[in-house]
């Protein structure tokens, strides 16, 4: 059917003469040499003839279809050479056909007719004519000026003609300065608050004091100086500061180099100074504004300070965070805490204890610590237990045959029986709601105690009655020992329970390796005086040769990227195919050259990533990209619904992004 309208288009244009004579002529070379060149040439003339006949026909079939449109209906005020707005018809190909004045002004110097709309206007939505999207509606600009386009398609029966779609062009230049005039305007409140304030002038010789007092502030208030902010100084460490919503876009390029300046101050200070700042944003008022501002200034300071944290209507977003966390010197929160904590379980009807699904040792001792507190005031108490690794396992075996914690482990079943509004409900070892081990316990109690040292994310348990959270401390058995030293009754742990608890700080600091600090030796020495015997917990911790050559196998698998960075994939099938995977972490961070390592493998879910670091290399800000956490030394991410490889590229991916951010 095609090769027909192409044959019938070629003869009633004249072309099929014009072919037939330039034919004849070739043929008569052959018989006569001058009557072929004679109809070559007339052929030839012809051909341009038809050319220009051809292209004046055009103008003036376009020139008829203009004034056939112009003139369209009865009165001037119909026609659209006279619309007060830019018009054009463009056929849905593309191709523009006609066009008013307005639209002409809007481009003076172009030559309009026959061109692709998108070459004149690029990005212009052209798929959404062509797939006759009728009622086309979008905003463009052309320029300086901003226009929104409507269309108004038009069909023809005929196959021969196409589709014409009529735009008109409403200018929004005023209406779009406007709007970005208000967005740069508004504001959005800041608060900044100097880490570690009175441990950081402890740190620093007396007389480098005032210089160091007096360098926070010109930093800081020329920070805000010069970005056109109002300084608001209403605590000695604690600021407040509103900027115009223009200025975060040179924020975020920069990296907040102000944390960079402050980290900078050198006045005999042995501690870094560092700032954590929490924004808020695009709430509905300047009240809901600052609440986000002091829920992202929480964040930062879960996290372990040295960041920005963006809190706007939808998500946090996080930048900087690359320092180490430095321990407090003071126990003055562990003594207010263990006095809430304590209050709040003699007033409990009872206590249900739950740490993190495959709760590790460090849960396990946690959670009997908290059991001791409880005992010591004589409330029932329970610890829910359902799935574990196997340190834990090695550890229960030691409980069994005693008979006073017969009947203390419970399954999520009977946990879901025990708890009601009267009960304290304790999470220790985890702070996210999706990872605790019954979630749906968070739900039948308004008695929340939440206890946690890992660095704090997005997801937080809500409603809760007291947090004691502390990312600097190395474990959750660390800040349960403290807590129980400062307890009215001064009852003693029993010997396995304090074997527990210190199995479970050795396990978080690698043995007292990783985020160890004073208060770390201190409260393992206080376990130690409740006999704790460190040959028996390292019995604890042996693996057989099975378990051993798998692990030997995970570091041999290990490829090196970046000079530094080992990775490691496993396809090992195990029952605690984890801890495989975080001891073959660490292993390889004792491989010359590796400040961080990556081992991953499969679940049933998908692909878990254990990443460990020296400090060099925070692992904790690249899988969270990966929508994992932890810490800068320590962290996981858990994906689901892919295989190795794509977790494998997503890693490196993240990685990458990564280096990006932190050398730029």
């Not at 009557?35 to 008829?64: C, D, N, P, Y």
């Not at 040179?250 to 101050?265: P, V, Y």
């Not at 550890?395 to 482990?409: A, C, H, K, P």
Request: with cysteine; glycine share 6%; net charge negative.
């Amino acid at each position: 059917m095609d090769t027909n309208k192409k044959s019938e288009k070629l003869y009633s244009t004249g072309a099929y003469y014009v072919f037939i004579i330039l034919l004849l002529g070739i043929t008569s070379l052959y018989f006569n040499k001058w009557l072929g060149i004679a109809e070559i040439v007339f052929a030839v003339v012809l051909f341009i003839i038809e050319l220009t006949s051809k292209h004046f026909a055009q103008k003036r079939i376009t020139s008829m279809f203009e004034q056939m449109t112009l003139n369209a209906g009865s009165t001037p005020g119909n026609s659209l050479a006279g619309f007060s707005l830019p018009t054009i018809i463009v056929h849905t190909e593309g191709k523009i056909k006609w066009y008013n004045n307005e639209f002409q002004s809007v481009f003076p110097q172009e030559q309009l007719f026959d061109r692709e709309i998108i070459e004149l206007i690029p990005g212009f939505p052209i798929e959404s004519m062509r797939s006759k999207d009728i009622g086309l509606l979008t905003d463009i600009s052309i320029g300086d000026r901003h226009f929104k386009v409507a269309g108004s398609l038009s069909s023809h029966h005929d196959d021969k003609q196409q589709d014409v779609c009529i735009l008109y062009f409403t200018e929004i230049t005023d209406f779009v300065n406007i709007k970005n005039k208000y967005i740069d305007e508004k504001t959005f409140e800041c608060l900044l608050f100097v880490d570690n304030y009175d441990e950081l002038t402890e740190s620093t010789p007396n007389t480098s004091v005032p210089q160091l007092q007096a360098l926070l502030y010109k930093y800081i208030n020329d920070w805000a100086r010069e970005n056109g902010g109002v300084l608001v100084k209403y605590e000695k460490d604690k600021y407040y500061i509103t900027f115009e919503y223009k200025y975060l876009e040179q924020f975020i390029k920069n990296k907040f180099d102000i944390l960079n300046k402050i980290r900078s101050i050198d006045e005999g200070n042995t501690l870094p100074a560092t700032v954590s700042i929490g924004i808020g944003l695009n709430g509905a008022d300047i009240q809901e504004n600052s609440e986000f501002a002091k829920a992202a200034i929480n964040m930062a300071l879960g996290r372990g300070g040295d960041q920005v944290v963006i809190k706007d209507d939808e998500q946090f977003r996080f930048y900087g965070g690359s320092t180490k966390e430095h321990e407090k010197s003071t126990r003055v929160k562990a003594r207010v805490v263990s006095f809430a904590l304590c209050g709040l379980i003699q007033n409990a009807e009872n206590i249900v204890v739950m740490s993190h699904k495959n709760t590790d040792i460090d849960g396990l001792g946690a959670s009997f610590g908290i059991y001791r507190m409880c005992k010591m005031y004589n409330k029932p108490v329970n610890i829910l237990l359902e799935s574990y690794d196997q340190t834990v396992r090695n550890m229960l075996t030691r409980f069994e045959n005693v008979d006073e914690y017969s009947g203390l482990f419970i399954n999520n079943q009977q946990a879901t029986a025990l708890v009601k509004n009267g009960t304290l409900l304790v999470i220790v070892d985890t702070h996210k709601p999706s990872l605790v081990e019954n979630e749906a316990l968070l739900s039948r109690t308004d008695q929340i105690v939440v206890i946690d040292h890992h660095r704090r994310g997005a997801e937080f348990i809500e409603h809760t009655s007291l947090i004691y959270h502390e990312p600097y401390a190395s474990s959750a058995c660390e800040m349960i020992t403290e807590i129980l030293q400062y307890t009215s009754n001064k009852m003693s742990v029993t010997k396995l329970e304090a074997e527990c608890l210190y199995a479970g700080i050795l396990v978080d600091t690698k043995h007292f390796t990783f985020k160890t600090g004073v208060r770390t030796f201190e409260a393992a020495s206080f376990l130690r005086k409740q006999g704790v015997d460190t040959i028996t917990i390292k019995t604890l911790f042996q693996q057989d040769l099975t378990s051993y050559i798998k692990r030997a196998s995970i570091i041999k698998n290990a490829e090196i990227i970046r000079e530094n960075i080992a990775i490691s994939t496993c396809f090992e099938e195990d029952r605690d195919i984890h801890v495989l995977v975080a001891q073959a972490a660490d292993e390889l961070l004792n491989i010359k050259g590796i400040t961080a390592s990556f081992v991953l493998y499969t679940t049933a879910d998908g692909v878990n990533i254990s990443g460990r670091s020296l400090g060099g290399i925070n692992v904790q800000v690249i899988l969270e990209k990966l929508g994992g956490g932890g810490h800068l030394t320590i962290a996981g991410a858990q994906l689901d619904d892919v295989t190795l490889e794509d977790a494998k590229e997503r890693l490196l991916v993240a990685i990458d992004d990564y280096y990006i951010e932190t050398t730029n």
